[in-house]
């Protein structure tokens, strides 16, 4: 058991660590700051092109199949050169890497992963959200094209994004999981309109609501099977609740950093409340870090991930929720002062419901790994 | 970066459970069967795990922290009632000190706070305890040298060892009347690096008797819930009960990894960064595992209440593994002195 560097590790660390010296675009935090959303195609192009954004993905699909692990000096070393995270987008490479066709995969992941075209996530509706296999956007054929009519909500990166992902119900006779389609849209055309959806901490540019009326899409962008569209997005959101898909240790680590810095900076302004609160985003932050190195690892058996996930969400959300506490406790409420550790906070109510709620995964933890008999 | 067990490691970890599986206490009262306990105590002498921490001729201990902390977890899921932490800790200050190999039972002796070791001044102060004492003949403390920033080892007699809070791991209460008798060194004072390491050590077993105590509450409380009927239907089965349990053992998984990057870390990293990762899985798992015992009792409901059941053992064991080289505020007082916010208590 080793937490430390292989050569090969710390090589590749040596190398990110001098080209962020020159490369770090010095955004705001991505969860505060509707200029980070403006630069992150920007960044993600340029993290790609130095070599260090999905370097353990396969080389096929522009990665450069290196073992998960390397992700976690990826975040580590933003975090601390004071860097943006990692873009979160691994969990729809893993989707349709699992469920794609070969040609799918070939047409639409190097694009992904290399940051030149920009996807959002069409899943939730107004009301679809935990019983997300209740949607009714409808995908009806005509000719070789599908006409998709329906309304999509909490669309992460939607007014940035060149593509949706896209669950539509194909099959209206179908049981209610079964007759669900996964597609890739373009988001230009008519039929689409996107609309911003301001978060409770006023940043605009993050969520979205789609609205798709006549949207057209050739049948040869499906994803999958007909009737796969459940079972890509279980694919989907089981890796949304990995910390190491999203690169949120990452993030976690950087706000933590800073916050240190300012109380370090002005000791004497800060009670001793602040400073405990300070003290657990610390514990968490280092504990999903630390959690992160143990599941990585477990990958290099072979192991995929399985129900272990939600036990990995809970750890995320606890730790996103306990430096949100430091943020608002340390950042305070004084109206001269900046309203960044605010932000923070508010944003970090949405950890608890995005990609499956805490209650969902705790009955999901009850049901498949304690075995308790559904309620 | 492989933070996988190696296969030795694994193995290390089976024999040990295997052994406390047949030798443990399964109920609260096999507690009292001497006859058990001797056997087990007699398989935890005869497979050397006492002595990971005893030097090879390089002076570097025969096992790392890793290895310790595993055997810690398994003897701590099976509420094993054998001296494990308190001859593992005097031969860590030892092997620091470059003292003799000891003769007979030992263990160290804490401050009364339990949050440091104890170190002798004139003499010791009352309320000093000798933690894990059973069998023991004899306790380690320090004696400070100069300024405080060394210390020799020394000795005081153990006697009266007494069950306190956890009924797994009975203690003994020294004092200013204990003499303290200093242990003949070649030379080798300990360093305030010597005792962060050695504190580093407690923590990290600490932190794995913590995760092993929660695995055990956790299957306790879960095997209660499916078994257990009202309303016409396994208490398990409601959301509500669901829900704790669950809470219960995602507090534990997170424990077991800051647990096992707190052992790695101490050999691994220099003794500050090792105390710093100590302090912070501390603080987590001690946290964590309050938690998690007292879930254990309300999920047992009436019967979680009575002596019977197992829980509180459970929570006992839990309340002395948390106070031993200090519990939740402690350590986060440690955590944030690391990171340069407030003082730094008497271990750096």
Redesign the interface.
């Known amino acids: 058991m080793d937490f430390g560097d292989s050569l090969e590790e710390a090589a590749f660390r040596t190398r990110l660590r001098e080209w962020l010296a020159s490369n770090n675009p010095r955004l705001p935090a991505s969860s505060t700051d509707d200029e980070y959303w403006a630069g992150q195609r920007a960044w993600h192009q340029s993290l790609y092109d130095g070599g260090f954004f999905g370097a353990t993905w396969p080389e096929e699909i522009g990665g450069q199949g290196r073992p998960s692990v390397f992700d976690v000096i990826v975040d580590e070393e933003l975090a601390a050169a004071g860097a943006p995270p990692r873009p979160s987008l691994g969990y729809l490479v893993e989707g349709i890497l699992e469920h794609g066709s070969d040609e799918t995969k070939r047409r639409f992941l190097p694009g992904i992963v290399n940051g030149r075209d920009r996807w959002c996530q069409g899943f939730s509706e107004p009301d679809a959200g935990s019983d997300l296999a209740s949607l009714r956007t409808s995908a009806e054929l005509d000719g070789d094209e599908y006409v998709i009519t329906g309304h999509k909500i909490w669309t992460s990166y939607s007014d940035d994004a060149e593509w949706c992902l896209v669950l539509a119900r194909t099959d209206t006779g179908a049981a209610k999981h079964k007759g669900i389609s996964a597609f890739a849209v373009p988001m230009d055309q008519p039929g689409i309109e996107q609309r911003p959806l301001p978060m409770i901490n006023g940043i605009t540019k993050e969520f979205g609501e789609v609205l798709f009326d006549g949207a057209r899409v050739a049948s040869s962008n499906m994803i999958g099977q007909p009737g796969e569209g459940w079972a890509l997005a279980m694919t989907v959101v089981s890796h949304e609740r990995e910390p190491q898909q999203l690169g949120f240790a990452g993030r976690y680590q950087k706000l933590v950093k800073d916050m240190v810095e300012q109380v370090r900076s002005d000791p004497a302004r800060y009670n001793a409340d602040q400073i405990r609160d300070l003290g657990w985003a610390i514990v968490e932050a280092e504990m999903l870090r630390v959690h992160v190195c143990r599941r990585l690892s477990e990958r290099l058996d072979g192991v995929t991930h399985g129900p272990e996930g939600s036990i990995d969400k809970l750890l995320m959300t606890w730790t996103e929720q306990a430096v949100g506490n430091a943020a608002l406790s340390v950042g305070g409420l004084n109206p001269a002062d900046d309203d960044t550790g605010l932000k923070v906070y508010l944003y970090g109510r949405a950890q608890s419901v995005m990609g499956g709620t805490s209650q969902i995964q705790r009955n999901l933890i009850a049901d498949r790994i304690l075995h308790l008999a559904a309620s | ?6 296969p030795v ?1 694994e193995a290390l970890r089976e024999s040990v459970s295997l052994v406390v599986d047949r030798l443990g206490p399964r109920t609260v009262r096999q507690l009292d069967d001497l006859e058990r306990a001797e056997k087990l105590e007699a398989a935890v002498v005869a497979s050397g795990w006492r002595d990971l921490r005893v030097p090879e001729v390089d002076g570097a201990p025969l096992a790392s922290g ?1 290895e310790a902390a595993i055997v810690a977890e398994e003897l701590g899921h099976g509420l094993a009632d054998a001296p494990f932490l308190g001859p593992t800790l005097a031969a860590e200050l030892r092997r620091l000190a470059s003292a003799p190999a000891a003769t007979a039972g030992e263990t160290v002796v804490l401050a009364p706070s339990l949050s440091e070791f104890a170190v002798a001044v004139g003499g010791l102060q009352d309320g000093s305890v000798a933690i894990d004492a059973q069998g023991a003949e004899s306790a380690l403390v320090l004696v400070a040298r100069e300024n405080n920033d060394a210390f020799v080892l020394a000795s005081v007699p153990v006697a009266s060892v007494a069950v306190g809070v956890d009924l797994t791991r009975p203690s003994a209460v020294v004092g200013s009347a204990s003499p303290v008798a200093v242990i003949d060194q070649q030379g080798r004072a300990l360093s305030s690096d010597d005792r962060a390491t050695c504190a580093a050590l407690g923590l990290a077993l600490t932190c794995a008797d913590l995760v092993g105590i929660m695995r055990g509450a956790v299957e306790l409380a ?1 095997g209660y ?2 078994s257990r009927q009202q309303f016409g ?2 208490v ?4 509500a ?3 704790l ?3 219960a ?2 507090l534990m ?2 424990s ?3 647990a ?2 707190a052992a ?2 101490v050999d ?1 990293l220099d003794p500050e960064e090792a105390l710093g ?1 100590a302090a ?1 899985a501390k ?2 798992c001690a946290r964590a595992a309050r938690t998690v015992c007292e879930t254990s009792i309300q999920v047992h409901g009436g019967v979680g209440n009575t002596w019977e059941c197992l829980a509180h053992v459970h929570l006992r064991r839990a309340l002395l593994s948390s106070e031993v080289l200090g519990g939740v505020g402690v350590n ?1 007082g440690r ?2 002195a690391h ?4 003082a730094t208590d008497g271990l750096r």
Request: no cysteine.
């Open positions: 970066m492989d933070v996988r067990l190696s490691q890793v879960t819930a499916s239907r396994s398990g089965s409601f959301q009960v669901q829900h349990l669950a809470d053992l995602v998984e997170g077991r990894s800051v096992r990057h790695w870390a691994a990762a912070r603080a987590y986060m955590v944030l990171y340069g916010i407030g």
